[in-house]
Each structure stands twice: as C-alpha cells, then as structure tokens.
T-cell receptor
Framework: QQPVQSPQAVILREGEDAVINCSSSKALYSVHWYRQKHGEAPVFLMILLKGGEQKGHDKISASFNEKKQQSSLYLTASQLSYSGTYFCGTEANNQGGKLIFGQGTELSVKP | ETGVTQSPTHLIKTRGQQVTLRCSSQSGHNTVSWYQQALGQGPQFIFQYYREEENGRGNFPPRFSGLQFPNYSSELNVNALELDDSALYLC??????????????FGQGTRLTVV
C-alpha cells in the first residue's frame, strides 16, 4: 500500500524551513527519501533504517518513528536549489529492498 | 551523475506493439529495480532483479517482463502496448543485497508514449 505524504505542495521563501511527512500503514524496515526535479532522475537524499541507523547527506535531516511508521524530512534554511518534488519510498519488513513510493510533495523555493 | 544510464531517452510506439527499454548499471550493482512513473505521480514498482533472477514483482501484468545480465545491464520488455502504458520508466540499481537498506541510484528514465 502506498505511503501518504503531506503536505502535497509547499511554497517557501529562501531561508525558510519546511517539514515533509510520510506515513505508512505497514510495518517498515526502512524509509528512503528522494528529490526529483522536472525531467530528471530522482536523486537520493536519505535512508532511515529500523533500529535508528541513517545514511545520507550531511545537510539533510530526517526522523523515523518506528512505532507510528512515520518519517519526516526536515529542510532548514532552504535554498533555491531545494525546489523539486520530494518522494518517500518505504520498504516493508521482509520485502527485500522493494520500495513503494508516495505521491510526492512539490516544494517551490522563491527568492 | 548516478552512473546509471537508460536508453532510449524518448520513444513513441503504437498500441499493440512491443518495446524494449535498456538500463546500464554501475559495476558491482547486483540489484536493479524498474519503476513506472505517470505524470504527477510517484514511481510505481514494476519488478526487481537480483543476480539475474526476478526477486519480486509489483502489481503489473505478465506482459511486463525483464531480464538482468551478468554485465550489470538489464531490460524491461512490454508486450501488447496499451495507451495507459505511456509514462516515464525508471531503473534503479543498488550495491549489496536487497533489503540491506542501501541507496538506489536512478537513471534519467525513458519517456514512452503510446499512440
């Protein structure tokens, strides 16, 4: 089942912060976050694993609440380059790396 | 630059035809997954290959099939194309075993239009 992302869209001014949420009804092993710009491939941002391990870029932060099967991506001091569509991909327990993606959150950062 | 390349970048086919899309992964990436992304939607999982064997499939009919080769390349084949098959097709490869929580590197995709 597809995870639910919120909000669907957000507009920021440069320097403002944003939080994007991802919620699943399944017990998760990991949550993956990607950013996709129009016409380009999704770019890896972060993986959060059951048990607390995280892998990703230093300037990106995220959390994973295993009890609630929810993850949040925190974008602080936003830059124009942060614009794009953010997707969470969830991997359920025993699903061997198969990611189910949410519908995306469109982020626009204005000068 | 992810090191994953897909070909062709764009393709137009007629309903009922067959199509083969190709993906070249980074050396050592044993796992490749294929996704279909409709406009304005998130990528939808089609199937995954690990060491040349299918390792899971999403909710797609059997006319969607794939192959993975020893040289880290792979193919997605779609038979009897339908108008709804028009989408961006993405492949993603990763190092390590499926389920180890490793990052997936996406190719730039193939935009398929069925007319």
């Amino acid at each position: 089942q597809q995870p639910v992302q919120s909000p669907q869209a957000v507009i920021l001014r440069e320097g403002e912060d944003a939080v994007i949420n991802c919620s699943s009804s399944k017990a998760l092993y990991s949550v993956h976050w990607y950013r996709q710009k129009h016409g380009e491939a999704p770019v890896f941002l972060m993986i959060l694993l059951k048990g607390g391990e995280q892998k990703g870029h230093d300037k990106i932060s995220a959390s994973f609440n295993e009890k609630k099967q929810q993850s949040s991506l925190y974008l602080t001091a936003s830059q124009l380059s942060y614009s794009g569509t953010y997707f969470c991909g969830t991997e359920a327990n025993n699903q061997g790396g198969k990611l189910i993606f949410g519908q995306g959150t469109e982020l626009s950062v204005k000068p | 630059e992810t090191g994953v390349t897909q070909s062709p970048t764009h393709l137009i086919k007629t309903r009922g035809q067959q199509v083969t899309l190709r993906c070249s992964s980074q050396s050592g990436h044993n796992t490749v997954s294929w996704y279909q992304q409709a406009l304005g939607q998130g990528p939808q999982f089609i199937f995954q290959y690990y060491r040349e064997e299918e390792n899971g499939r999403g909710n797609f009919p059997p006319r969607f099939s794939g192959l993975q080769f020893p040289n880290y390349s792979s193919e997605l084949n779609v038979n009897a194309l339908e108008l709804d098959d028009s989408a961006l097709y993405l492949c993603a490869s990763s190092l390590g075993n499926p389920g180890e929580g490793t990052e997936a590197f996406f190719g730039q995709g193939t935009r398929l239009t069925v007319v």
